[in-house]
């Protein structure tokens, strides 16, 4: 599960999203396939229900919309502009 850092402030528009980083001082662009995952984001954590939402709007491959997600969710963590938390198991 993910979440945003509660440093970070967005904006979006028809071609993709502004990511500001108030903590770094870093401004990043997203195109409009990172701008659906991050805005996604902010609605659910879970990494799979990201990739549905993915699949259903871009109408790609599973594969392939699990490996883009999965890339720019490692990429906003090692930005430290998302958090990941451990899943809960279920006994």
């Given at each position: 599960?993910?979440?945003?850092?509660?440093?970070?402030?967005?904006?979006?528009?028809?071609?993709?999203?502004?990511?500001?980083?108030?903590?770094?001082?870093?401004?990043?662009?997203?195109?409009?396939?990172?701008?659906?995952?991050?805005?996604?984001?902010?609605?659910?954590?879970?990494?799979?229900?990201?990739?549905?939402h993915l699949v259903e709007e871009f109408r790609v491959p599973?594969?392939?919309?699990?490996?883009?997600?999965?890339?720019?969710?490692?990429?906003?963590?090692?930005?430290?502009?998302?958090?990941?938390?451990?899943?809960?198991?279920?006994?």
């Amino acid at each position: 599960m993910f979440s945003v850092s509660q440093h970070v402030r967005s904006s979006f528009d028809d071609y993709g999203a502004v990511i500001l980083d108030i903590q770094h001082g870093q401004v990043l662009r997203l195109n409009k396939t990172a701008s659906f995952i991050f805005e996604h984001l902010t609605h659910t954590p879970k990494e799979c229900e990201i990739v549905r939402h993915l699949v259903e709007e871009f109408r790609v491959p599973y594969a392939v919309a699990q490996a883009d997600v999965r890339e720019f969710l490692e990429s906003m963590v090692r930005l430290q502009l998302v958090y990941r938390y451990p899943s809960k198991v279920h006994a």
